[in-house]
């Protein structure tokens, strides 16, 4: 196996212990993401979110506060537990729904079982763009006709993209963590299946990140 190839795999322990050492990584407050998706969910009549990558589960609970039922996954252990801590302690365990599973797997759901999918930020993890392909397959798989899938990526207009240590296509790697930075090729080879209803660039935090979110729709089974 590459030395890349293993970097990768290498990431599950950074979120661990980045977790552990931060129980609130990246703030309680919900990201502009979720507040937009929500918004769009309610439009559409969504009921039933699967969220991927849901981290501490700063948007989780907010999907929950706006009266959605969410099945937040996510691979850390220290994030799943957050989260059940967190739906516990704010009374929205009979709208959350935690599993710990790594999405390079076959998705634990079953065909065109769920509403919506959605996601922040983790489609531009430590993922070659062939897994992410297979990613999209299975999210189309689990929704039903119709169903929505709203994730959001870093694209090659931001500040970090070609900055630290390149980890293969376009993934570099920054203070410890990997990034996969997005162009517009790749949006169209993670949306076979879908139609493309909405791609949004905002910016988020500090730096800032420059961000797209895109908004697709299950077209075919």
Request: net charge neutral; with cysteine.
């Amino acid at each position: 196996m590459m030395r890349d190839d293993l970097v990768l795999k290498g990431q599950h322990s950074q979120w661990e212990s980045s977790y552990l050492k931060n129980k609130d990584m990246f703030g309680e407050s919900p990201s502009e993401a979720a507040i937009r998706a929500a918004k769009i969910f309610h439009l559409h009549g969504i009921k039933k979110i699967l969220e991927l990558g849901a981290g501490q589960g700063r948007d989780t609970t907010y999907l929950a506060q706006q009266g959605f039922e969410v099945i937040a996954l996510d691979y850390t252990k220290e994030g799943t537990e957050r989260i059940r801590q967190k739906s516990i302690a704010l009374n929205l365990s009979d709208r959350i729904q935690v599993v710990q599973h790594d999405v390079r797997l076959e998705l634990p759901f079953e065909n065109c079982s769920l509403d919506a999918c959605y996601s922040h930020m983790l489609y531009c993890m430590a993922f070659p763009i062939r897994d992410l392909e297979t990613l999209s397959r299975q999210i189309h798989r689990v929704l039903k006709p119709g169903g929505l899938n709203i994730f959001t990526v870093r694209h090659k207009g931001d500040p970090h993209y070609g900055q630290g240590i390149h980890r293969g296509e376009d993934m570099y790697e920054v203070g410890g963590f990997i990034v996969h930075f997005f162009d517009r090729n790749k949006v169209d080879k993670v949306s076979v299946g879908y139609k493309i209803l909405d791609i949004n660039e905002f910016e988020e935090g500090g730096l800032p990140r420059k961000l797209w979110m895109i908004t697709m729709k299950k077209e075919s089974n």
